[in-house]
């Protein structure tokens, strides 16, 4: 292959319009063949980047060859594919001018050589240059007892996350499956925790559909929630987050756990955090692991579990303080979700014994919402909203106000722009 350029354009995924150049050409070894690689992930050093989630840090590379330029696969968590074939981890194979690639699920691109020297891909498809429906990976990357595992989700020190399917179904579901390290007593006390949770029946709660062992591994299965959680929404677009959007995502939030309070008078749920929330593409906000606190006495408990995020917590949780803990600690942990998604940035209350006004981290907050969040951050329970349905009341009027037609179906037109399109799986 002639020292050249290679163009990738992008069909599909959250990068789909981009064009992401690299130079196809190196310095040549000792044996005269160029071995310069073109780096492929997420991670910033990389030469052809990507920001989709399901694409692997360090995804995959392409070096020159004899045979012209090569693709090989680095061992990906969601795989590579070309021309709809999974490569096989180390194995090269062949690239030609308009070749389709697939780095995990969603992120789909057009191989094109920019001065047209590079070998061309035989045959001449009547789609070719346009988007085409993502492929379904078959068979599944690995199957875990009657669940099809497809792409992963998440993966942690102590468990992993995987959408997978059941045996003969075709509905995603989402997979958790803890390490087999995790002792007995900890497994039995997730286990009772989960048999709590399924008493829960809410639109808007991801439900524990399945729990078990299997060969020695503990497993939760529950609903895929086609959406983004806050978490991750924080971290790669929060300042594109605007006030109504903010105030409309806690306001469902309050208004879910009401309705939990209505079920059960007795629960409390202080331990949220912005991963217990998903903004699903509908516009909905859906509750995960919802049920399942953490107590300080569990952790206690479970050495071989990582320490519990006490960031969100209110200060009568810690004990410290001698308050009684009730619903006003579930206000205190929205009013810092809301505080955080409107200031577009985490705040660290060990640095600081009393909250800054919101105002003064970002003054185009509309003052409606600002007054729900510095009431919902009184450090003394007894001054904030008594309720999550109080807060939810408040948060209504509040958004009357600053902007009356905001609903679902205007978060879901936000997030639709931010979301990768929706898993195919077989």
Known sequence: MAATGIRLLVLQGPDRGRELLASASGAKDTNGSRRAEITIGRQS????????????????????????????????????LHNGTRLSPGVPVSIRDGDELAFGPYTVVTVRFIDGDGPHSRGTPASRGKARPARAVTPPREWFGSYAVYYGLDRGPHDRVDIATPESQSQPVVLKRFNRSLSRPARRRIRDHVDAARRWDHAHVATIRACGEHEGTLYLVRPYIDGVSLDRLCATCATEIEPPLAAYVVERAAATLAAAHEQDAAFVQPYLSH???????????????????????????????????????????????????????????LGLLLFELLAGAPVDLAEAAVLQPIEGVRPTVPRPLAEVTTRALKLHAARRYNSPGEMSVALRAALRKVAPDYDAATAAQWVRTKLRPPPVIG
Not at 55 to 69: I, K, Q
Not at 290 to 318: H, K, N, Y
Request: proline residues 6%; hydrophobic residues 40%; aromatic residues 6%.
């Open 275 to 333: 991963r217990n929330l998903v903004l699903a593409r509908t516009g909905d906000v859906g509750f995960i692991n919802f049920g399942l606190p953490l107590t300080a006495q569990m952790v206690a408990g479970m050495e071989d579990l990582p320490p519990l995020e006490a960031r969100f917590m209110a200060p009568e949780c810690s004990g410290s303080t001698g308050a009684p803990v009730d619903a006003r600690a579930e206000v205190f942990t």
């Open 45 to 80: 050093d990389r030469k052809l980047r990507f920001t989709d989630d399901y694409v692997s840090r360090r995804h995959a590379h392409l070096v020159p060859s004899t045979r012209g330029l090569q693709l090989v696969d680095d061992g990906s968590l969601n795989g590579t």
